[in-house]
């Protein structure tokens, strides 16, 4: 006869911690938007935004009512460290309004990193490691 054990399921869900969201009848307050038009949609565009066209599109996104907005990838280029420094040095974040930036999980790209968002009232920083073999070998 065969072992049935051998099937038996060989992990577990993960705990529940709180699942009121699920239950409730109707949305009590709104959601936290997170713009990424500045990294996503820029890197998109054949001719990418310059400084000055992305410090008005974050002025924008600020009077459309966005508390969070990704503002780009500080460590992949002057531009985007531009970008990230002239906003904080020049005070244009709103102190009701968190940046996010995006990096990759290698030493030295977090520390450039760290060092653009130095002085930020308040930063989320994206840390993110590339799933796939071939990406992880040729572009990092």
């Known amino acids: 006869m065969f ?71 500080p460590a992949a280029s002057e531009t985007e460290y531009e970008f990230c420094r002239t906003l904080i040095e020049k005070n244009m974040i709103p102190d009701d309004v968190t940046i996010q930036v995006l990096t990759q999980a290698r030493p030295h790209i977090i520390k450039k990193t760290f060092e653009a968002v130095k002085g930020a009232p308040r930063a989320i920083v994206h840390v993110y490691n590339s799933t796939s073999l071939a990406q992880r070998e040729q572009v990092f």
């Open 3 to 73: 072992d049935y054990r051998q099937y038996e399921r060989g992990y577990f869900m993960p705990p529940v911690k709180c699942n009121d969201w699920v239950n409730k009848e109707y949305v009590d307050k709104a959601p936290i938007w997170c713009s990424v038009d500045l990294r996503d949609g820029n890197q998109a565009l054949v001719e990418p935004m310059s400084l000055d066209e992305k410090l008005e599109f974050f002025q924008m996104l600020v009077e459309v009512g966005f508390k969070e907005i990704e503002i780009g990838f």
